[in-house]
């Protein structure tokens, strides 16, 4: 069964840094491109970022390109998100996907001082 | 800056039959695009119904169709049930990839 667990979302100060995590199991994690989608409280899905199997790839919304990282350890079939400099309009739940198909529970990131 | 367009809202009787469409602001999809719809209840996360237009996956109820309509995406729900009130947003793919702003369905 194909599961994607995030974690390491939280409360964050303007300007400051967080790293999410996707742990994947189910799959072969080396054999798909992932992708970061989040959504604003009550608002719609925007993709954030994806990132190819052998991570030699990576893609970005044009409102976190340069403040944001994905990336992935294929060995410890994960996926990350490091986000630096974060904003206010950054507070949404993240959800790390498999292709398209499968989605993640999400995780809360709250930027607010 | 692309924009995917989808009906805000529509309210459908249980049994009907309702399509959601949506458009690009780059024009006309045609056979060569590819667009996912996405359901999404309160609280939960998206699931996805349709993927590479038309095509369902395994846990796709049957009832559910993906199509192009004059020149854009369509989801069909035909026979609809209550449990298919939610938020619908389909996807495409411009290099990068691009949500539209979803439809509210209202099983009414």
């Known amino acids: 069964e194909v599961q994607l667990v995030e974690s390491g979302g939280g409360l964050v100060q303007p300007g400051g840094s967080l790293r999410v995590s996707c742990a994947a199991s189910?799959?072969?994690?080396?054999?798909?491109?992932m992708n970061w989608v989040r959504q604003a409280p009550g608002k719609g899905l925007e993709w954030v970022a994806n990132i190819k199997q052998d991570g030699s790839e990576r893609y970005y919304v044009d409102s976190v390109k340069g403040r944001f990282t994905i990336s992935r350890d294929n060995a410890k079939n994960s996926l990350f998100l490091q986000m630096n400099s974060l904003r206010a309009e950054d507070t949404a739940i993240y959800y790390c996907t498999r292709d398209w198909g499968y989605w993640g529970q999400g995780t809360l990131v709250t930027v607010s001082s | 800056q692309i924009v995917v367009t989808q009906e805000p809202s529509l309210t459908v009787s249980p049994g009907g039959t309702v399509t959601l469409t949506c458009a690009s602001s780059t024009g006309a999809l045609t056979s060569g695009s590819s667009v996912d719809w996405f359901q999404q209840k309160p609280g939960q996360a998206p699931r996805a119904l349709i993927h590479?237009?038309?095509s369902k996956y395994i846990w796709t109820p049957a009832r559910f169709s993906g199509s192009l309509l004059g020149g854009k995406g369509a989801l069909t729900l035909s026979g609809v049930q209550p449990e298919d009130e939610a938020d619908y947003y389909c996807l495409l793919n411009y290099g990068g990839w691009v949500f539209g702003g979803g439809t509210k369905l209202t099983v009414l």
């Open positions: 590479s237009t038309s």
């Open positions: 189910g799959f072969t994690f080396s054999s798909h491109w």
